[in-house]
Each structure stands twice: as structure tokens, then as C-alpha cells.
């Protein structure tokens, strides 16, 4: 696992746009900031929607090849990369990852 993982990472990938994204949603994705240092999330470009699992010991995010990796693998989401905000609008799981640098952020979907 941590080989195919590897390997996926190591791709090369492409920041661009989500499929069909929502202009109206580019400010909330452009204010998140990296908890602990207050730098960007970067933007849209790289942040997704995505399918999440939660354990005892956090979360995971399934890394799939809308990030133009090889492999769609799961991803222990760091505690330090949590975000706490009820204002997202997307209704789901949203993370920023780049192959380079791994989950800058992850906001859990909005408690109903």
C-alpha cells in the first residue's frame, strides 16, 4: 500500500480547475487558510470535494485521479491540517492536496 502510494505521489500532476466548477464558490475555497500558519490553501485549483471516512483516530480522504495521479489511494488527513468552519457550502468533504506537498487543508462537510 505505501508503495502504490508512493508511486502515485510521484507522478507528476497538474493544478487545474475541478470539472465544472462553481464561480460563485471561489471566494469561500480562496479564504481557507492552513491552520497554524494562516498561509493559503492554495485555490480552487486544487482543492476538491471528496469522499471521506472517519476512524478513532481522524480522518482519511480518498485521492483519486482528478488530481491526475496514477493510483486513487486513501490519505490519513494530518490534525494539523483540519480546518474548524461550519460555513461550507459545498455540503461535502473538501480537501487541498497537492502531489508535492500532501493535504494542506481539509474542511468536513457542513453538520446538519
Known amino acids: 500500500m505505501a508503495v502504490a502510494a508512493g508511486l502515485a505521489l510521484s507522478q507528476a500532476a497538474v493544478a487545474a480547475p475541478p470539472d ?3 464561480p460563485a464558490l471561489a471566494p469561500w ?3 481557507l487558510k492552513q491552520p497554524g500558519t494562516g498561509a493559503s490553501c492554495c485555490s480552487i485549483a486544487d482543492c476538491r470535494t471528496v469522499e ?3 476512524d478513532r483516530d481522524g480522518y482519511e480522504v480518498l485521492i483519486d485521479g482528478r488530481w491526475k495521479l496514477s493510483a486513487p ?3 490519513r488527513v494530518p490534525p494539523n491540517r483540519i480546518i ?3 460555513d461550507n457550502p459545498t455540503n461535502r ?3 487541498c ?3 508535492e506537498a500532501g493535504i494542506l487543508c481539509f ?3 457542513a453538520e446538519s
Open 52 to 54: 471521506f471516512r472517519q
Open 73 to 75: 489511494f486513501w490519505l
Open 20 to 22: 465544472n466548477p462553481n
Open 93 to 95: 468533504a473538501v480537501v
Open 107 to 109: 474542511v468536513r462537510p
Open 29 to 31: 475555497f480562496e479564504s
Open 84 to 86: 474548524d468552519r461550519t
Open 97 to 99: 492536496f497537492t502531489p
